[in-house]
Every structure is written in C-alpha cells, then in structure tokens.
T-cell receptor
Framework: GENVEQHPSTLSVQEGDSAVIKCTYS??????FPWYKQELGKRPQLIID?????GEKKDQRIAVTLNKTAKHFSLHITETQPEDSAVYFC????????????FGKGTTLSVSS | DAGVTQSPTHLIKTRGQQVTLRCSPK?????VSWYQQALGQGPQFIFQ???????QRGNFPDRFSGHQFPNYSSELNVNALLLGDSALYLC????????????FGPGTRLTVL
C-alpha cells in the first residue's frame, strides 16, 4: 500500500546549525506534501507545505524541496533554536482524488544551546 | 476565531466497551478527518467526512464508524474496544474536501484497559 518513509528518526544539532529531514513516498499520484511540528503533549501544527507543481518553498528559516521524479521531499531548518526542538512529521496525500494524509513515523529534533 | 476543538480530553475504557469522541471544526471549515496516533508513531488516517457523508476511508475495521452533523461537527465511534485501540485520536478540519490544508485539534487520549 501507500507509504511514506522518513529519516532520520532522531536528530541532534547545536543551536545555530542547520537540520535536514528527508522523506520518500510511494504513490506517484500524491500531490500535496505538508510538514507538521508536534511538541510533547500538543497537537500537530502545520509549519510548511508544498504542492506537486512547485519544486521549492521557503518561509523564513524553514524551506521544503520536492523532487517528484525521485519521489523525495525534504525539510530544511536553518539557524536552529532550542524552541525548534520537537517531533516533525512529513505527510503526503493518499491519492490525487482526496485530501487524506499518510504520515511518516516522525523525526525527533533536539537543539542544544 | 475558534480552532478545532475535541472532547473529551482523556478517556479510560475497558475491553469490549464502546466509545464516542467528538470534534468541532475550525470556524468556516466543513470537512473533518479523523486520525489515530499510537505512541511514538505518526497519525494514521481513519476516515473523512464532508456533507455528512464518509468520503474516504483508511485501513481501519468496521468497528470504527463516524458521523457528521449539519453544523459540520463530527463524532468517531469505536465498538468492541481492544487494547490496541489505546491511542491519541486526532481530528483535523479543512475548507472543503479538495482543499489540502488540514488543522488539527488537541486530540482525545483513549486508554483501553
């Protein structure tokens, strides 16, 4: 069935460094790729998303890139801060017809000061 | 502007019982999706409701059922509870079934003993 794989599962960086999280998806019909940040005990929050007709999108310190041919997409966080510490999930639409999302297993990002 | 709300916050049930969880979408949103998030995992899509009908369904058994009301709020019902149903149940709302951005509620933590 449809699948989203996410790597790494844990990532530790020093404050000010960059962090990169990578995902691959299996369904070539997927056309929307959001990233969510989930702090401990809280709801997932949408931080950035990208659609299949765009290769890159940036919002301040975060950026997402999409390679449809390779079915890869990545989250880039620059100048990391301790408050960036959380679990990050990538997701992709289950199929082109709907908006249901299939999620990766998450990456726990720890930023130490 | 109220975001997505869910009730109850926590719930403890025993095996074999039935449970009903509730969700009110973000103001202006008419589509509700339900996800199950096991500890340490990404959310898994259960089903989506729009115009009071189930539009999409994930790989969950018939014990999981739902309903959407004319005011767009939604219920998730789970019958014959199993220990493995213990999880955080998240509701997400969006503006229309083809509008991708989904915003999550705080979730209901269900524990089955």
């Amino acid at each position: 069935g449809e699948n989203v794989e996410q790597h790494p599962s844990t990532l530790s960086v020093q404050e000010g460094d960059s962090a990169v999280i990578k995902c691959t998806y299996s369904d070539s019909a997927s056309n929307y790729f959001p990233w969510y940040k989930q702090e401990l005990g809280k709801r997932p929050q949408l931080i950035i998303d990208i659609r299949s007709n765009v290769g890159e999108k940036k919002d301040q310190r975060i950026a997402v890139t999409l390679n449809k041919t390779a079915k890869h997409f990545s989250l880039h966080i620059t100048e990391t801060q301790p408050e960036d510490s959380a679990v990050y999930f990538c997701a992709a639409t289950l199929n082109q017809a709907g908006t249901a999302l299939i999620f990766g297993k998450g990456t726990t990002l720890s930023v130490s000061s | 502007d109220a975001g997505v709300t869910q009730s109850p916050t926590h719930l403890i049930k025993t095996r074999g019982q039935q449970v009903t969880l509730r969700c009110s979408p973000k103001s202006g949103h008419d589509t509700v999706s339900w996800y199950q998030q096991a500890l340490g995992q990404g959310p898994q899509f259960i089903f989506q409701y729009y115009e009071e009908e189930e539009r999409q369904r994930g790989n969950f058994p018939d014990r999981f059922s739902g309903h959407q009301f004319p005011n767009y709020s939604s219920e998730l019902n789970v019958n014959a509870l199993l220990l493995g149903d213990s999880a955080l149940y998240l509701c997400a709302s969006s503006l229309g079934p083809t509008h991708n951005e989904q915003f999550f509620g705080p979730g209901t933590r269900l524990t089955v003993l």
